[in-house]
């Protein structure tokens, strides 16, 4: 099956998700090429989740020993947390540009936006740790809409907020139905809790702290007592807000080797700010929906879903 996509062009249904046939293709390659090492940490995220957030958070915890935050010679002043933890499917396709995953050190930090039931069969059978982060899905919709509209900006066939909205509540958004691969993870998390992680990206900014220290714990790199006591995670965790990263020149000026802007992962990095655009019928539409897919499991009891 094919609908409309955001971008103006069609998306397929492969597996059950939604996805551009660049990005399906980088599905498949991933899916016959990645070996997956036990030590592996994947980060997996609908889109516009906070996966910039959550790189940056992951590639600081777990090189702490090796460049204490705002180090001078610190790989986050100077990259892009795009460029420091790549994409699996989407760097795999891009003209051959394979990076050689066998040569990164252990543990080796990676993303993906692919649904569980899609994941490499060797991530699944390994121990390698998947950390999944979620978002509201109206904050996640309209971030995706400011993000889309910049990357049409060079197409010609633009969508209206409507005509998305429509799609989204069908389930068809990249990598959706988005309820689909919310609980997926979730349930995953339930039932295999030391290899799959579940966070909110609104858990994070309402208690930073704490859910750095679950992510450390489960990534069986805990804070030690003369850690905290020193604030390193206050430090972690203010290297790593939006206010620092937002201005640092790599990401206010800088480009990704794939050519995309860095400044288009920064926009406003707040919880709620679907209501200077949601009209009430879309809010309950969307509350209806959820509602309903997400009645059958636990799910539902989590704030800000
Ligand atoms: P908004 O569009 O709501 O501002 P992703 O990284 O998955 O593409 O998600 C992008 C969203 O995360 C954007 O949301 C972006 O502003 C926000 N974001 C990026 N860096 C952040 C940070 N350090 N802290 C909080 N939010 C951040």
């Not at 309402?206 to 804070?223: N, S």
């Given at each position: 099956?094919?609908?409309?996509?955001?971008?103006?062009?069609?998306?397929?249904?492969?597996?059950?998700?939604?996805?551009?046939?660049?990005t399906?293709?980088?599905?498949?390659?991933?899916?016959?090429?990645?070996?997956?090492?036990?030590?592996?940490?994947?980060?997996?995220?609908?889109?516009?989740?906070?996966?910039?957030?959550?790189?940056?958070?992951?590639?600081?915890?777990?090189?702490?020993?090796?460049?204490?935050?705002?180090?001078?010679?610190?790989?986050l002043?100077?990259?892009?947390p795009?460029?420091?933890?790549?994409?699996?499917e989407?760097?795999?396709?891009?003209?051959?540009?394979?990076?050689?995953?066998?040569?990164?050190?252990?543990?080796?930090?990676l993303?993906?936006?692919?649904?569980?039931?899609?994941l490499?069969?060797?991530?699944?059978?390994?121990?390698?740790?998947?950390?999944?982060l979620?978002?509201?899905?109206?904050?996640?919709?309209?971030?995706?809409?400011?993000?889309?509209?910049?990357?049409?900006?060079?197409?010609?066939?633009?969508?209206?907020?409507?005509?998305i909205?429509e799609?989204?509540?069908?389930?068809?958004?990249?990598y959706?139905?988005?309820?689909?691969?919310?609980?997926?993870?979730?349930?995953?998390?339930?039932?295999?809790?030391?290899?799959?992680?579940?966070?909110?990206?609104?858990?994070?900014?309402?208690?930073?702290?704490?859910?750095?220290?679950?992510?450390?714990e489960?990534?069986e790199?805990p804070?030690?007592?003369?850690?905290?006591?020193?604030g390193?995670?206050?430090?972690?965790?203010?290297?790593?807000?939006?206010?620092?990263?937002?201005?640092?020149?790599?990401?206010?000026?800088?480009?990704?080797?794939t050519?995309?802007?860095?400044?288009?992962?920064?926009?406003?990095g707040?919880?709620?700010?679907?209501?200077?655009?949601?009209?009430?019928?879309?809010?309950?539409k969307?509350?209806?929906i959820?509602?309903?897919?997400?009645?059958?499991?636990?799910?539902?009891?989590?704030p800000?879903?």
């Amino acid at each position: 099956p094919k609908e409309k996509g955001w971008m103006g062009s069609y998306i397929y249904n492969y597996q059950g998700f939604w996805a551009s046939p660049r990005t399906i293709q980088g599905v498949i390659a991933c899916q016959q090429q990645f070996q997956a090492q036990d030590s592996d940490i994947i980060l997996v995220t609908p889109p516009k989740s906070g996966t910039t957030w959550l790189k940056s958070l992951l590639f600081v915890l777990v090189n702490r020993m090796k460049y204490p935050a705002f180090e001078q010679n610190h790989p986050l002043l100077v990259k892009n947390p795009h460029d420091l933890i790549p994409f699996l499917e989407i760097r795999l396709y891009v003209d051959g540009l394979v990076p050689n995953f066998a040569s990164f050190t252990s543990p080796r930090l990676l993303s993906t936006h692919m649904p569980f039931a899609s994941l490499p069969k060797s991530v699944q059978d390994s121990k390698t740790k998947c950390v999944y982060l979620c978002r509201n899905p109206k904050d996640t919709f309209i971030s995706m809409w400011h993000f889309t509209n910049n990357l049409r900006l060079h197409h010609i066939d633009i969508h209206s907020i409507e005509e998305i909205f429509e799609s989204f509540c069908k389930g068809v958004s990249p990598y959706g139905p988005f309820w689909n691969h919310i609980l997926d993870y979730w349930k995953q998390s339930i039932e295999k809790p030391n290899k799959v992680l579940f966070l909110m990206y609104e858990e994070i900014k309402v208690q930073p702290k704490l859910q750095l220290k679950r992510l450390a714990e489960f990534l069986e790199c805990p804070f030690s007592i003369e850690e905290e006591n020193c604030g390193v995670m206050d430090e972690i965790l203010r290297m790593c807000s939006f206010e620092n990263l937002s201005k640092l020149e790599v990401n206010a000026n800088g480009k990704l080797s794939t050519g995309a802007e860095n400044k288009m992962f920064f926009r406003k990095g707040e919880v709620g700010d679907w209501k200077n655009y949601f009209t009430i019928e879309m809010s309950e539409k969307l509350n209806h929906i959820i509602e309903q897919k997400f009645q059958e499991s636990e799910i539902k009891n989590t704030p800000y879903i």
